[in-house]
């Protein structure tokens, strides 16, 4: 009988500058905080939060997506593990709003494509994380 899953409930990416993610996150999808461990934290709340490893989670939906910032090298989608994470949203007009943000913060994007069963945009992270925004077809 197989595991029974439903959702999944985190994805965790591991990136090199901590900094750098958070702004570029925070930036283009806005997520708000679930998890980070406080600038003047004490000891009990280090080791509460021990699993951040100097990063942070934030709420996407009813799951939630974490960097961590432990990597000294750069993503592959070819090499065994990740292949890239899509976003979903409602709509080919919320793609098309998608595309203009990423435009007026100067990331590279391959436009909205058609893919038969919905439409993408795909785009990559400061630390080369192939990333995409898909949108079902109406």
Not at 21 to 26: K, L
Request: glycine share 8%.
């Amino acid at each position: 009988m197989p595991i029974p899953t439903k959702a999944f409930a985190h994805v965790r990416l591991t990136v090199t500058d901590i900094g750098r993610s958070r702004a570029f996150y925070e930036e283009v999808f806005g997520l708000p905080v679930a998890f980070e461990l406080p600038e003047n934290a004490d000891e009990e709340t280090k080791k509460q939060l021990w699993f951040l490893f100097g990063g942070v989670i934030y709420q996407l939906g009813d799951s939630l997506l974490g960097l961590r910032p432990v990597s000294d090298d750069t993503f592959t989608e070819d090499r065994t593990g990740l292949d890239h994470v899509s976003f979903a949203v409602e709509s080919r007009a919320e793609l098309d709003l998608a595309v203009s943000l990423l435009d007026a913060r100067g990331i590279e994007n391959g436009g909205v494509k058609d893919i038969g069963v919905g439409y993408i945009v795909e785009f990559r992270d400061p630390d080369n994380i192939a990333l995409e925004v898909f949108a079902p077809k109406e």
